[in-house]
């Protein structure tokens, strides 16, 4: 299995760019989520799933969609960059629809916007 | 809402010494509780963990962790620290729902 893999892993963009930061996992996981970290931040919640169709916002979700058409993929996508955008992003994973479990974490995107 | 609180920003220690993090969370109703662990250049990943039973949970690389539900707690402690334990720590809570919330973090960095 390659676990949870996301692309790219480095990206720079303008102010007012799109776009989307790809996620995948293959072990048949019903739960993914994405978190941005940042320097004394922590790791933030953005948006999470509990399977395929369903979709909901987490701590901050402004300026973020997500969709989740299959169980594999869960794309997490920006409309118009800024640059509070600014961070590490890393999608994650796990086997229960709940998050009651171990989440298994993407490698991360480091994101920049100028 | 629940919250996670990790006092300690950045804790500084020699080889040998012994370690706590501290982690308080905030939530009145029964919690799952996670210590995770992102090595420099790494993705994070999972010390240990509690759900139920003894509140005394053991993990990985000597790491241990004990739930006190009276005070909110769930300490991260080693009794003797490497180098290789030079990491940032993350506490994380999940209140039986669909939300795992993390703390800011712990930077751990041991001195040979």
């Known amino acids: 299995n390659a676990g949870v893999t996301q692309t790219p892993k480095f990206q720079v963009l303008k102010t007012g760019q799109s776009m989307t930061l790809q996620c995948a996992q293959d072990?048949?996981?019903?739960?993914m989520s994405w978190y941005r970290q940042d320097p004394g931040m922590g790791l933030r919640l953005i948006h999470y799933?509990?399977?395929?169709?369903?979709?909901d916002q987490g701590e901050v979700p402004n300026g973020y969609n997500v969709s989740r058409s299959t169980t594999e993929d869960f794309p997490l996508r920006l409309l118009s960059a800024a640059p509070s955008q600014t961070s590490v992003y890393f999608c994650?994973?796990?086997?229960?629809?709940?998050?009651?479990?171990?989440?298994?974490f993407g490698p991360g995107t480091r994101l920049t916007v100028t | 809402a629940q919250s996670v609180s990790q006092h300690n920003h950045h804790v500084i220690l020699s080889e040998a010494a012994s370690l706590e993090l501290g982690c308080n969370y905030s939530?009145?109703?029964?919690?799952?509780l996670f210590w995770y662990v992102q090595y420099p250049g790494q993705h994070l990943q999972l010390l240990l963990k509690y759900f139920s039973g003894d509140p005394l949970v053991k993990g990985i690389k000597g790491f241990e962790a004990e739930f006190i539900k009276s005070k909110f707690s769930f300490n991260l402690r080693k009794p003797s620290v490497q180098w290789s334990d030079t990491a940032e720590y993350f506490c994380?809570?999940?209140?039986?729902?669909?939300?795992?919330?993390f703390g800011k973090g712990t930077r751990l960095h041991i001195l040979p």
């Open positions: 799933s509990v399977g395929a169709g369903i979709t």
């Open positions: 939530y009145g109703g029964t919690v799952n």
């Open positions: 994380a809570v999940n209140a039986r729902d669909d939300k795992i919330i």
């Open positions: 994650a994973s796990s086997y229960s629809r709940g998050a009651n479990v171990e989440q298994y």
């Open positions: 072990m048949n996981h019903e739960y």
